[in-house]
């Protein structure tokens, strides 16, 4: 590989990162506008599925389903459920690592600009088929983000379209959308790398952004191979998961779960690389134990294939099966613990800036441990079978995708920020932003537990009235979230439009993507960097690239 | 839509330069086998599903039913695993800048792909069993339909590459399509080969 530096064409100006908003509205190839499509078309879906959970939370204030209708309630959570994983957490984790991991390899796009492209504008489409069901005979689906039979099958409008033939199409077309990135992702990072930039030179988020996207090409399948089955049974009267019928309905469960369970790494693996990314900065250190780290990611790709019964210790799954599955379950607690001690390391006598990304990291981090914690209490079979179906279950998955995940992902926005707008964003709003979700996520989450513990089952509209302290308590904690993402809306939309200029490396961090200007030039870098050092040099004093200018590590102070 | 910002000449000159700092067609074939071991999960999915339907029903062979015809399902496993070899021959002519011996050998394998649809079409129309004839009517449809589909799309992708070799300077950039079109060949026969075993070997 040469370094071929972009020639001008005489009279033309430099490549400059888009001025026109309306390059956000067009199909644009450049894996920089994709990214930052990705994350706004998700966070619209955020507020969304945001405004589901609000519904749900305002009928769970008092005891009696008086609020909304039952199957209203029903299309609620089934809808909050889908929006927030397919149209939020995928898409947003894609547009990030769209954005970032060319830059951060020393690529000037994405192998498959194109494809990046086509995948993208799946989105759109996926939300509108799934926002389009509340407009059918019949509303929603009501069967939960997982669809299990026989309660998917019911269709009770007997019409061809329902709401459950659209969530199966949408889940169906998000799955071609990720596969498409997959295949781009996996490509990219293994053939696009910089001169230089070794495996072991790669930063810890592409590593996990790796192991993440492996995931989806070996599990996506899976479930689609269940949905096109379902899809069937549905529409085209065949009994594969039909019990009346001769069918096994449990059989679907497997095929859910196989893909289902790994998705909850394809969200948290990123995550772990935006810790990776955010920590050494703030704490002005090298990662504690980078190869490690960087092992474990694939490590977690490996074995979040072999724990899926887990979700069905429940479903009539034999003794035998759920001994090895309990055990696999509690093995990925040992690269996942890794993770957290090498993170914990890196603070430990640093020098702390407590800027928004920071305290969102550790904010995030304080609820993965946690919910790491009830995650390896529902790993043990007799604990498992006790809440399940419980709102124990329930809050342990929303510390992880709302306290561990979408609180990484509003580090990492507000870390990349001023690289993707070239504007810094306001420190106070983004600590009342902070201060407002981790209160009302601690707030709105931890009562799900005792909850849990004391029986109350989840997916119902209406409760024992013994329940109703932690309830109350629940939805306060939901509207006080809600409303913590207005200082998030006010703060990015001000910042981008006004907010003060954002030097190239505003946080003094070393990566190749704080080597180039802010907003990043179309194509990325001038001249393709040749990396001669290993990431997070951190107090070593030495260069990341062989040619090119060096970082600004000293230069912009705060 | 925007495309003045896509091609400004700054852009288009360096898009030249990432196409030749970085293999194209490598990345391609790369990202192609990638998709295809994707793809091969969600056979594997069917595969398993079949499996496990077939060792736990208890009535697995609808009523009136006692097996498959294998005669000319062999036949026609004979006609689409041979013309793996017949594509392979078709691409060595492409490879030896014979373009006329590379279409015979392509149209050779597209009428043996479109040989086996035929033949596939017609035993279902014989069969006494419908896709809603419980689990083993579902899980057979399924499985040759599915598989039919690709055959289906493998010969719409020869379709492209006999059509596109009539195009002057076509194979200037490399040859990814057809190698391309001929690998997802080879996998739909292996597909093929596992299934055949499953639907109509083990009965």
Redesign the interface.
């Known amino acids: 590989m040469t370094n071929i530096p972009v020639e001008m064409a005489p009279g033309a100006t430099p490549p400059h990162a888009p001025q026109n908003w309306r390059t956000y509205f067009s199909f644009s190839t450049d894996h920089k506008v994709i990214g930052i499509q990705y994350l706004v078309t998700s966070f619209v879906f955020f507020m969304v599925g945001g405004f589901f959970a609000m519904i749900i939370r305002g009928e769970l204030i008092t005891p009696e389903a008086d609020l909304v209708d039952r199957t209203v309630y029903n299309a609620m959570f089934t809808m909050h459920g889908t929006v927030m994983l397919f149209l939020w957490m995928f898409p947003s984790l894609v547009g990030l690592a769209n954005y970032l991991v060319p830059l951060m390899i020393g690529a000037r796009d994405m192998a498959f600009p194109r494809l990046n492209a086509v995948a993208f504008w799946m989105v759109p489409v996926v939300g509108i088929l799934l926002m389009a069901s509340f407009l059918v005979p019949g509303g929603p689906s009501q069967s939960g983000w997982w669809a299990y039979p026989p309660v998917s099958l019911q269709n009770p409008t007997g019409k061809l379209l329902n709401g459950q033939f659209l969530w199966l199409l949408a889940v169906a077309i998000s799955g071609v959308s990720s596969i498409m990135g997959a295949v781009n992702f996996v490509t990219t990072i293994v053939k696009m790398r910089a001169p230089g930039m070794t495996w072991f030179r790669m930063p810890a988020y592409v590593w996990t952004v790796l192991s993440a996207q492996i995931i989806q090409l070996y599990g996506l399948p899976a479930l689609t191979a269940g949905a096109v089955m379902l899809l069937m049974d549905l529409t085209f009267g065949t009994s594969f998961f039909d019990p009346a019928k001769g069918g096994q309905p449990v059989l679907f469960q497997h095929f859910f779960w196989f893909y289902s369970h790994p998705a909850v790494y394809v969200i948290i693996l990123p995550i772990f690389g935006v810790f990776s990314e955010i920590f050494p900065v703030f704490a002005r250190k090298p990662l504690f134990g980078y190869k490690v780290v960087a092992v474990s990611s694939i490590i977690i790709t490996v074995l979040s294939g072999m724990v899926w019964v887990h979700h069905m210790f429940a479903s009539g799954t034999p003794g035998w099966m759920r001994m090895i599955f309990m055990f696999t379950t509690m093995a990925i607690a040992v690269p996942t613990g890794i993770k957290v001690f090498a993170w914990v390391a890196t603070l430990w006598r640093g020098k702390l800036r407590l800027t928004t990304p920071m305290v969102f990291a550790l904010g995030a981090l304080v609820m993965f441990v946690f919910s790491g914690v009830t995650g390896i209490m529902l790993a043990a079979v007799p604990v498992d079978i006790h809440v399940n179906n419980t709102y124990f279950v329930v809050g342990h998955f929303h510390y992880v995708v709302f306290g561990a995940a979408t609180m990484g992902m509003f580090a990492a926005i507000y870390h990349w920020f001023p690289k993707m707008t070239g504007r810094m964003y306001n420190e106070g709003l983004g600590q009342v932003h902070f201060w407002l979700a981790f209160i009302g996520a601690n707030l709105n989450f931890f009562p799900m537990h005792p909850l849990g513990l004391m029986g109350m089952p989840r997916r119902v509209a209406s409760y024992d009235p013994e329940f109703i302290f932690w309830n109350v308590a629940a939805s306060l904690g939901a509207f006080l979230l809600g409303m913590s993402t207005l200082p998030f809306i006010v703060n990015l939309v001000g910042s981008w439009l006004q907010g003060k200029k954002a030097p190239d490396n505003p946080w003094r961090a070393i990566g190749l993507e704080w080597l180039v200007s802010s907003p990043p030039p179309v194509e990325n870098f001038e001249e393709i960097p040749v990396v001669i050092a290993e990431p997070y040099g951190y107090g070593r004093n030495e260069p990341l690239i062989a040619n090119g200018k060096a970082l600004e590590l000293e230069a912009a102070e705060g | 839509?925007?495309?003045q910002?896509?091609t400004?000449?700054?852009?288009e000159?360096?898009h030249h330069?990432?196409a030749?700092?970085?293999?194209a067609e490598?990345?391609?074939m790369?990202?192609f086998i990638?998709?295809l071991?994707?793809?091969?999960?969600?056979f594997?999915?069917?595969f398993g599903?079949y499996i496990?339907?077939k060792l736990?029903?208890?009535?697995w062979l609808p009523e009136g039913v006692s097996g498959l015809e294998t005669r000319e399902p062999l036949i026609n496993t004979i006609v689409l695993v041979s013309s793996s070899f017949v594509i392979y021959v078709a691409e060595r002519f492409l490879h030896d800048k014979k373009l006329w011996g590379f279409r015979l050998f392509l149209i050779t394998t597209m009428a043996m792909g479109i040989y086996f649809l035929l033949g596939q079409a017609k035993e279902w129309s014989e069969l006494p069993f419908g896709?809603?004839s419980?689990?083993f009517?579902?899980?057979f449809y399924?499985l040759t339909g599915?598989h039919g589909l690709h055959v289906m799309t493998g010969i719409l992708l020869m379709t492209i590459m006999l059509l596109r070799s009539f195009i002057p300077h076509n194979y200037d950039n490399g040859e990814f399509g057809i190698k391309a079109t001929s690998l997802f060949w080879h996998f739909v026969d292996v597909i093929w080969i596992i299934l055949f075993l499953l639907l109509y070997v083990w009965q």
């Open positions: 839509m925007d495309t910002l896509n400004s000449p700054v852009q000159a360096s330069a990432v030749h700092e970085h293999d490598g990345n391609s790369f990202g990638v998709f071991l994707s793809e091969s999960v969600i594997l999915g069917f599903g496990i339907y736990t029903s208890t009535n896709f809603t419980g689990v009517g579902g899980t399924l599915f």
